[in-house]
């Protein structure tokens, strides 16, 4: 008669951590303390509490009120929500692609074997170091309508004086044609790119009768394509927060063609006090941010070059 044996496992005991792997968790714990708690303190902090006032009304003096969803509800039937929201798309959508290819063509240029090339770089990424309130007085001036420089040089041309900052129309493209100017660290990123492209991979191309397009489309754009996906998703993150050009240049005028949604999210918080249907607005901010990031991710596979990938 067969006999069934029965074993039990017996737990592991749970090895204790040596003196010495207790220190160097305690010295990088305290050398990351700065990070954590800032992170704490200045993003996970104030995002919960932002969270709590989107089911309160509160004017930053007398204590919040619970008022459930009245505020989301407001959204729905505030024009300028979607009014905000699609000056931004437009922002977004029409100058991004344009801050890509003019950076992208500055690093082509400021890639090759030219005199100077360190200081014509320079120039090129000084306007992104100059505070941007000062950027838009400059602007401002620039796009004067009566004695702008833009004027004036359109004029030669024999085009009649276009009114940027006043004109629903130019207002927009105005702000996105002033955004050109400060595409400094976009064109240092595509530079550290291009310098990546194997020249044995160029020479290769051309060895085989590819001209100067085809290496450009089919050896350089492929390789770089991590860099401008990079660039692509900073680019999107910071056209949806435009705000300083708008708010010093336009304050969301004329017949608020300039209102973006972030500049929408300030009036309310610190003009109308209504600081839990800012919060509301700034979450339908963060949601969008998050779901073209993660679209772009998702459609990143079809077109981002990684080497070293099947």
């Not at 509160?58 to 929500?81: C, E």
């Not at 929201?85 to 030219?114: D, E, H, K, R």
């Not at 450009?216 to 390789?223: A, C, E, G, L, N």
């Not at 209102?259 to 963060?286: C, K, P, T």
């Amino acid at each position: 008669m067969a006999t069934i044996t029965t074993t039990t496992a017996v737990p592991r005991k749970r090895r204790r951590m040596s003196p010495a792997r207790r220190r160097d968790l305690f010295d990088g714990l305290l050398f990351a303390s700065p990070f954590i708690l800032g992170v704490l303190f200045f993003w996970v902090a104030p995002m919960l509490y932002s969270f709590f006032l989107v089911t309160h009304d509160w004017d930053l003096i007398s204590p919040a009120k619970y008022t459930g969803l009245r505020n989301i509800q407001r959204m729905f039937h505030d024009p300028l929500v979607a009014k905000s929201l699609g000056n931004t798309a437009f922002f977004t959508f029409v100058g991004v692609p344009l801050q890509l290819i003019v950076a992208f063509s500055l690093a082509l240029m400021l890639n090759q074997a030219i005199r100077a090339r360190s200081i014509y770089r320079t120039i090129f990424y000084l306007p992104a170091i100059t505070p941007a309130v000062a950027s838009a007085v400059v602007w401002t001036q620039i796009l004067n309508p009566q004695y702008g420089v833009l004027n004036s040089v359109l004029g030669w041309a024999g085009i009649a004086p276009i009114k940027w900052l006043f004109d629903p129309t130019y207002a927009k493209p105005a702000l996105i044609l002033m955004s050109m100017w400060s595409v400094g660290p976009q064109m240092v990123v595509f530079l550290a790119g291009l310098q990546g492209v194997p020249q044995t991979l160029l020479e290769a191309a051309s060895i085989d009768g590819a001209n100067t397009w085809q290496r450009f489309w089919h050896v350089t754009v492929p390789i770089v394509s991590p860099v401008i996906f990079f660039n692509l998703i900073i680019g999107i993150i910071g056209s949806f927060q435009v705000f300083t050009s708008a708010f010093v240049m336009t304050g969301g005028g004329p017949r608020d063609s300039t209102l973006f949604i972030v500049l929408y999210i300030y009036r309310n918080a610190f003009e109308y006090f209504r600081m839990g249907y800012a919060a509301v607005l700034a979450w339908v901010l963060f949601f969008i941010i998050m779901l073209f990031t993660a679209i772009q991710f998702r459609l990143a596979n079809r077109w981002v070059y990684y080497s070293g990938t099947a």
